[in-house]
């Protein structure tokens, strides 16, 4: 009876020394838990904030370069102007993208039409002037201006026209009571001029009569 009450003691301290080795830290479960976790949303993270390459960016700098494009204007030549001076307004209506109508304030009176054009390089606008019967009798492209300064601009476009006239200009920089200066050329039947005043540049064409003053 004795033998078996010191045996009792021992199994229940076995035991006991048993549990406690194999035993988990407090919390220790719980810490992988959350490390885990972490390790997944900050995965996930990353993987959001990825920026968009391949195709999908491509395609979405090709929409904007469009977009850029649509708003600069057409591209338009200078052969193309001179060949609108006297035809019918509603002819030239639909060209360089479409024009919209020019009128006084009181819409007593019709002057012509508007077009957003790109002249060379350079963003315009092209304004034309119709007579009576709504024949285009003049025009003007005025710039915009852009990254060039004013004088850079200026001696480009008298390089331009002085070649595509094939002639050097007639200049005049006293012509005008502003103070502007004003290059002048004459191609075929048509008198084409270069203003500069300040810092605006534009380019007028009207059939020639008479000649170059």
């Known amino acids: 009876m ?19 080795c194999s035993a988990e830290p407090a919390g220790a ?18 993987t959001e904030t990825v920026p968009e390459t391949g195709a999908a ?3 979405a700098r090709t929409e904007t370069d469009k977009a850029q494009a649509e708003e600069a204007g057409q591209a338009v030549k200078l052969e193309e102007l001179v060949e609108i001076l006297g035809t019918d307004d509603e002819e030239t209506k639909d060209l360089f993208g479409g024009g919209t109508e020019n009128w006084t304030e009181d819409r007593s009176f019709y002057i012509g039409r508007i077009y ?8 315009a ?40 006239v094939g002639q050097e200009p007639e200049f005049d920089g006293k012509s005008s009571e502003a103070g ?34």
């Open 2 to 20: 004795r033998k078996r009450r010191a045996v009792l003691p021992a199994m229940v301290l076995t035991a006991a020394l048993l549990a406690g």
């Open 29 to 46: 479960e719980s810490a992988g838990t959350q490390a885990e976790s972490a390790a997944s949303v900050s995965s996930e993270a990353q």
């Open 57 to 59: 960016g491509s395609e």
């Open 116 to 123: 957003q054009i790109t002249l060379g390089e350079d963003e």
């Open 125 to 164: 606008s092209l304004y034309t002037t119709c007579d009576e019967n709504k024949k285009i009798t003049s025009l003007s492209v005025k710039f915009h201006g852009g990254e060039e300064d004013h004088q850079t601009m200026t001696e480009k476009w008298v390089e331009n026209l002085t070649e595509f």
């Open 180 to 213: 502007s200066q004003n290059w002048k050329w004459k191609k075929d039947n048509t008198f084409i001029t270069l203003y500069s005043l300040g810092e605006n540049l534009s380019i007028g064409m009207n059939p020639a009569v008479g000649e170059l003053k």
